[in-house]
T-cell receptor, first 112, second 113 residues
Framework: DQQVKQNSPSLSVQEGRISILNCDYT??????FLWYKKYPAEGPTFLIS?????DKNEDGRFTVFLNKSAKHLSLHIVPSQPGDSAVYFC???????????FGKGTKLTVNP | GAVVSQHPSWVICKSGTSVKIECRSL??????MFWYRQFPKQSLMLMAT?????????EQGVEKDKFLINHASLTLSTLTVTSAHPEDSSFYIC?????????FGPGTRLTVL
């Protein structure tokens, strides 16, 4: 039973446009969400996070939106750049636990 | 940002041998480290939580006698895959928490022939 789901295995976007990566979760106890970026044969790199007390967090070109009622979060990248091409993982945790539950990832390709 | 290193970055071994993977937090101390494995096109699956000075906590379905974890210091955790078999071939990644963020190592690609 996957508690964190990324239903789109891949996404292709034109450079300069917006990339929207989606993530759904089933465990209503999750209260902290993170996005990681991963290049092939490398470990994930932390990108941005959001606490369940917020509905938006912004950091430069990256914005994460959280809709608790829908158990849905999304990562917006604008403008998208070719260097953003990577696999993006959504992760969740609860109650201050350090244990993360990951989605399967979405491979983003930004075309020049 | 925090840096977590892993060694080796890749290893090829024969079936039946044991392989040790090291995970180090380079600029911070970590009482807890985590070990994940990732199969192609799959998510990162938590294998175990490594606790400094005490036994590791394994996730359901992970054989603790096969995947030995030792967290001997605040900056080093090791994962030993004992009697490795081809099905153990995978990408193993460690991580450590600093404040609210989990930082990951670069991963180790294990191939068992």
């Amino acid at each position: 039973d996957q508690q964190v789901k990324q239903n789109s295995p891949s996404l292709s976007v034109q450079e300069g446009r917006i990339s929207i990566l989606n993530c759904d979760y089933t465990n209503s106890m999750f209260d902290y969400f993170l996005w990681y970026k991963k290049y092939p044969a490398e470990g994930p790199t932390f990108l941005i996070s959001i606490s369940s007390i917020k509905d938006k967090n912004e950091d430069g070109r990256f914005t994460v939106f959280l809709n608790k009622s829908a158990k849905h979060l999304s990562l917006h990248i604008v403008p998208s750049q070719p260097g953003d091409s990577a696999v993006y993982f959504c992760a969740a945790t609860q109650g201050g636990s350090e244990k993360l539950v990951f989605g399967k990832g979405t491979k983003l390709t930004v075309n020049p | 940002g925090a840096v977590v290193s892993q060694h080796p970055s890749w290893v090829i071994c024969k079936s039946g041998t044991s392989v040790k993977i090291e995970c180090r937090s380079l600029d911070f101390q970590a009482t807890t480290m985590f070990w994940y494995r990732q199969f192609p096109k799959q998510s990162l699956m938590l294998m175990a939580t490594s606790n400094e000075g005490s036994k590791a906590t394994y996730e359901q379905g992970v054989e603790k006698d096969k995947f030995l974890i030792n967290h001997a210091s605040l900056t080093l955790s090791t994962l030993t895959v004992t009697s490795a078999h081809p099905e153990d071939s995978s990408f193993y990644i460690c991580s450590a928490n600093r404040v609210d963020t989990q930082y990951f190592g670069p991963g180790t690609r294990l191939t068992v022939l």
